[in-house]
């Protein structure tokens, strides 16, 4: 099964503070993605990359920042949290090829006060 | 408008009887997968589907890329269905990236 993690589980933070969320994936991938998840709306595209060096916006990037430095690691930054960016946030791997499945991380509580 | 409508929004069952889930696409769609949310928020794969039809176990769903609609079905639900499912679908986002629906919460109770 393939593996993505995500540290940390659980954070807060101040309004106008900087976040770092890390996202780590063994699986080889060389897709990986950031997605949000509010109530009602499901789980919401970021930030992605296909490789590393390579950071793309998603449907909602505006506060965020991504960093792809590896093939392993992808990171989104906060640079000024805002209450709004309160939220559940998932990592997630997957193959540039077609018939595979994506494979998601534990996810990411952040609290914004 | 949305481009993945899921339906229904909320869902209870008795132990033991079967239901089904739908999703409606309003763009081409290459894929689909289905997920269940844990109680812990952990995302669960469940299907992976480019066409046709796959089952595991009590779960099967179908995917018609024509007619742009995906279904999961539930036989003999048990207590551990509960959660929330999400579909999914991949539709030529960059990246493969993937377009959620909203989901639909199942309740399985004895």
């Known amino acids: 099964e393939a593996a993505v993690t995500q540290s940390p589980r659980n954070k807060v933070a101040v309004t106008g503070g900087k976040v770092t969320l890390s996202c780590n994936q063994t699986n080889n991938h060389n897709n990986m993605y950031w997605y949000r998840q509010d109530t009602g709306h499901g789980l919401r595209l970021i930030h992605y990359?296909?490789?590393?060096?390579?950071?793309e916006k998603g449907d909602i990037p505006d506060g965020y920042k991504a960093s792809r430095p590896s093939q392993e690691n992808f990171s989104l930054i906060l640079e000024l949290a805002t209450p709004s960016q309160t939220s559940v946030y998932f990592c997630?791997?997957?193959?540039?090829?077609?018939?595979?499945?994506?494979?998601f991380g534990p996810g990411t509580r952040l609290l914004v006060l | 408008g949305d481009q993945v409508e899921q339906s229904p929004s909320a869902l209870s069952l008795h132990e033991g009887t079967s239901s089904a889930l739908r999703c409606n696409f309003t763009?081409?769609?290459?894929?689909v997968q289905w997920f269940r949310q844990n109680s812990r928020g952990s995302l669960i794969n469940l299907f992976y589907l480019a066409s046709g039809t796959k089952e595991n176990g009590r779960l099967k769903s179908a995917f018609d890329s024509k007619e742009l609609y995906s279904t999961l079905h539930i036989r003999d639900a048990q207590l551990e269905d509960s959660g929330t499912y999400f579909c999914a679908a991949e539709a030529g986002q960059g990246g493969r990236a993937l377009i959620f629906g909203t989901g639909t919460t199942v309740s399985v109770s004895p």
């Open positions: 763009t081409t769609t290459r894929s």
């Open positions: 990359s296909y490789g590393a060096g390579s950071t």
């Open positions: 997630a791997s997957g193959p540039d090829r077609n018939q595979d499945t994506q494979y």
